[in-house]
Structure formats: C-alpha cells, structure tokens
C-alpha cells in the first residue's frame, strides 16, 4: 500500500447506468481503454463505483481484508439470479462454512458421476434428434444440463416437467442484465423453481424422500451453520438451486463450444484426433475467449490506498471479468482464438478470472468450476466423435451489449445423424 495519494480517473457524467445496460461486456474495457487506466472512477445506480482491470486489481479483489460482499448484489439480481441468503452474499467464516459445504460435494467420484451421467444424457437425444429436421442446441444443451444437475444431485424430477424447468433455470440466468419483460421472467421463474425445490427439501427433512446421502439435496437438506441450526427452509432451497442452476447454465459454454468448431475447423481436426489434454485446452481457451460473466462487485471493508489510489469504506468496486480474460498485458494476442496458449500454462489464479479469482476453500472462486471444465470436454467429446450434423445457414453472432450474450440463432444443427451408424 502507498502512502501517497493520486486522483483517481474520473468518467464524466451524472450516471452511466444506461451506459453500462447499452455497451455490455465491454463497459469497463471502453473506459479502461478511454482512460488508459486499469482504475476508472464512474457513477452506477446513483452511487460512486470504482471500476478495476488486471491481474493486481483481481488479486485485490479477493483480499478478504479489504471486501466484503454481504449485501453487493442489487435486489433485482437477488430476486433473479443468485436468490436471497445465499452463499455469493456471506463473508467471513460464515461464507468458508457455507462454501465447504459445496466444495464436500466436488469429490472425484461425484465429479466423474456427473461426467458419465451427462454423457448418458447427451446419447439419449440422438433418436429424437434423427426424426427431426433440425434441433436448436441451445435448447437441447440446457434441458441435457438440467436432467443431469437433477440426477445428479439427487433431485426427483417429472419427465412432464423437465422442459419446464430447464427453462426456468435459464429464464434465471439470462435475467442478470435484463430489464421489463427479461426480468420479470426470470424473477417468476425463480419464484417457482423456489416453490418446487423448497417441496423438496421438506420432504428429505421428514424423510419421505431420501436421497443418497453424497447428494446435494441430502447434504444441503442437512447441512448446519456454525451455530449447529439447520438451514431455514428458503435458505437451503436457495443453494441447492446454486448447484443446479449454474450446471444449466453450463449450456452457454457449451453453445460457444460448437460455434469454436464450427468457425475454427482446423482446431476441430486437433480435437478429433482424440488427444484429452487438447481437448481442455480448447475449453478452457472457449471460457476465456467468449463472454459469460462480464462483471464482479464488492464493497470496501475500510478506507484505504492501493497504487496510491485511495478507496473509501462501503465504495462499490467492480472487477472486470470479461476484460482480464482479454487484457493485452496477460494474454498474448488476446482477442484470437488460440487454444495452444494453455499448453503449459501456469498463469496466477487472477490473471484468468472466468469463474472468479482466488483460491476455491479460502476465497470467492466458484466452487464448481471444476463441474463447468468436465462437463464442458464431455460434452465436446460427444459432438465430436457421437454425432455427425450439418450447421445451416444462420444467424451466428453474438452481441456484446447483451448480458449474458449468446449466439443469435441459439446455434441450429440439422442433418443429425449418430456416428455409430
């Protein structure tokens, strides 16, 4: 820390809010370029935000000393996305007790039962798939997503319903940067995925469903803050939906997966060869290249100076995921498609921030980014070497103002047939 204080960069202006709704992933990155800084002063909702870029500013992000993220999260996205109590909003020992509880569940075994039980799930579209004239993969990858978070994590699901909720796990999801109509679809959405698995939990709790006891829905029906009381009801409903939604959400990358095959063939032919470690390079390069969660926030514990910088107690502070991920300093040619950069990568944990910074058991980094990497390579694996299908004509662009983004067409596929034939 430096004792000698400097003027942050300043953005003119009363209020960028609509700036920030109308320029997307690239808010943070305009202003950093615009000011030639990695620290950027602007005006958010009414309220000062001092926007940061780069691996220093991620590292400090994550200092627990210095941020806490209990009440960061705008209701609006409280009340669509991440749901109230949850996990995302505790600091402290309260947030390491909460976490272990999701990272108990990460265990190699579980980790490659969701594996095969995802590509159980994948096989079983093919039939269908060959009776139609074509299949959105969105869609598909979403609902694949849903039946597999659900088996997995112990969660009875009607086959009637499966539709239905897939889609409200991504009704959930595509809320974070929307307004009117978005929204509230979302905000619904989530009140009903709520009803639902509250109705589970009480059932594990009064023991007429009785799920395996490594499950999510038994751990977290049991699971017990550091004053030895269960969860409430609502609070457990909450994390068990913050381990089945992020799986659906997963559906995103994979879209993104099969547009990286689809407009840079000579990197399939690597995948096609059957080599395991390129295919992880090509997904981890995928989480790095497309734009999923553009930004992060948290507010300053006290005042103090960083770079000679000074930051105020309760300042929010947003951390600029999409532009660490593409920042000239830490990435060569940043902005090309290149998985062969993580051959030998040994990069720090803040310089690639796809998923949060940090440390997973001390910090803030999502608990299940390891689920994301293996169910994005086995879902690869089967549109690699279990499918055969043509990409017509279509709307594959994607905007960058749109949070979160994803290709227009939603990626359609036709001509599917089953590589076994």
């Known amino acids: 820390m430096s004792s000698t204080t400097k003027q942050l960069p300043k953005e003119k202006g009363i209020d960028h809010t609509l700036a920030l709704l109308n320029e997307g992933y690239r808010f943070v990155l305009n202003r950093r370029e615009k ?3 990695d620290i950027v002063q602007t005006r958010l909702l ?8 780069g691996e220093d500013a991620a590292e400090l992000f994550y200092d627990e000393d210095l941020f806490k993220r209990k009440n960061v999260a705008p209701k609006r996205v409280e009340k669509s996305l991440f749901g109230e109590n949850g996990v995302q909003g505790l600091d402290d020992e309260e947030h390491k007790h909460r976490k272990l509880m999701f990272l108990s569940l990460m265990t190699p075994e579980r980790l490659k039962d969701i594996e095969k039980i995802t590509m159980k799930h994948w096989k079983a579209k093919l039939p269908d798939w060959k009776m139609k004239n074509q299949v959105v ?21 009607e086959e009637e319903m499966v539709e239905q909720r897939a889609q409200e796990f991504g009704f959930m999801i595509d809320a ?3 307004v009117g109509e978005r929204y509230q679809r979302g905000k619904k959405a989530r009140q009903s995925s709520e009803k639902w698995i509250e109705g589970i939990i009480k059932q594990i709790r009064s023991k007429k469903l009785q799920p395996p006891e490594n499950t999510a829905a038994y751990v977290i029906a049991n699971h017990r803050d550091r004053k030895g009381k269960l969860l409430n009801t609502h609070t457990a ?7 089945l939604r992020p799986i659906v959400a997963i559906g995103r990358y994979v879209v993104f997966g099969a ?6 063939p000579e990197e399939t032919e690597k995948l096609r060869a059957g080599d395991g470690n390129y295919n992880r390079m090509f ?20 005042d103090f100076t960083w770079k000679g910088y000074p930051f105020k107690k309760n300042t929010l502070v947003m951390l600029d995921v999409y532009g660490i991920n593409h920042h000239p300093d830490l990435w060569d040619r940043p902005n090309e498609f290149r998985p062969e950069r993580f051959k030998e990568w040994e990069g720090s944990p803040f310089a690639f921030v796809p998923q949060g910074g940090g440390d997973h058991y001390m910090g803030h980094r999502c608990a299940g980014e390891w689920i994301t990497i293996m169910l994005m390579q086995v879902s690869l694996e089967f549109l690699i070497n279990h499918v055969e299908y043509e990409v017509p004509e279509q709307e594959l662009e994607y905007s960058m103002e749109r949070m979160p983004t994803i290709p227009k067409s939603r990626f359609i596929m036709n001509q599917i047939q089953s590589t076994a034939e």
């Open 35 to 37: 000011k030639d800084s």
């Open 46 to 53: 009414g309220q000062k935000v001092i926007l940061i870029s």
């Open 137 to 157: 993969l969105f869609d598909e990858a979403e609902e694949v997503m849903c039946r597999s978070a659900c088996e997995w994590a112990g969660v009875p699901i």
């Open 176 to 178: 974070f940067g929307g």
């Open 237 to 243: 409903a909450v994390e068990l939906i913050n381990i």
């Open 259 to 264: 547009l990286a095959m689809h407009d840079y």
């Open 283 to 302: 997904v981890q390069e995928i989480r790095r290249y497309y734009p999923f969660t553009p930004l992060l926030g948290a507010n300053a514990r006290k």
